[in-house]
């Protein structure tokens, strides 16, 4: 399991002063991009520019279950739920810190492209290796 925590800041939340739902999208995408450079141990501007490789997302799916208040920070588990031959899907479930309830569950499914091509391509070994790693089965079953 992959985690990191984020503070919310005012310029993630709306009138409401809780988290703008777009913002946590942009927020995860930022935890995707520190799973590539620490787990995989390449940036991911490394992975677009000199790889030539990109993961974008094909799809979105998201359970919003209580509020992220401004101010609070939020504790980010993410791993992979299913891996496919050029596929990933990765689960973030999402906490207010040290409140007991998911704030959100969000599953992003991500393709491997050869980015001057913009064609799908199988998963690099070195990085099927990462998200097998992270697998998280086990914890998607249990919820």
Avoid: C
């Avoid at 739920?81 to 998911?102: A, H």
């Avoid at 064609?119 to 990085?127: C, E, K, L, M, R």
């Amino acid at each position: 399991m992959f985690q990191q925590r984020i503070p919310v800041r005012f310029s993630h939340v709306d009138w409401a002063r809780i988290i703008y739902f777009p913002r946590l999208f942009d927020l995860l995408h930022g935890v995707m991009e520190d799973f590539f450079a620490e787990a995989a141990g390449r940036s991911y501007a490394e992975m677009l520019e000199t790889e030539r490789i990109g993961f974008p997302t094909v799809h979105l799916e998201s359970v919003f279950q209580r509020p992220m208040p401004f101010g609070r920070t939020l504790v980010v588990d993410m791993g992979v739920i299913e891996l496919g031959t050029s596929r990933v899907i990765f689960e973030y479930r999402v906490k207010v810190e040290n409140d007991s309830d998911w704030a959100a569950v969000v599953h992003q499914t991500v393709v491997a492209v050869n980015m001057d091509s913009w064609t799908s391509v199988p998963i690099p070994d070195d990085y099927r290796s990462t998200f097998e790693a992270f697998a998280i089965e086990a914890l998607r079953q249990s919820s």
